[in-house]
């Protein structure tokens, strides 16, 4: 369905792309949140801004 080609972190693409239509479409206002991460989570923060979705980072201080 999304091209993804079943490799970890090929779904990236296709989410930012339904995220940013789904909220055109019912005219909701989303946002990416992170907190942390891995290596991976910079390829979701790209293609979120590449849809103009806005992202916001928190600085992990201390782990619970």
Known sequence: VDNSQ???GGE????????????????????????GGSPGTAKTILKSVEENTPCVFLEVIQKI
Do not use: N
């Open 12 to 35: 990236v693409s296709f989410r930012a792309k339904l995220e940013a239509e789904i909220a055109k479409t019912k005219k909701i206002p989303i946002v990416v949140l992170v907190i």
């Open 6 to 8: 079943l490799t970890f």
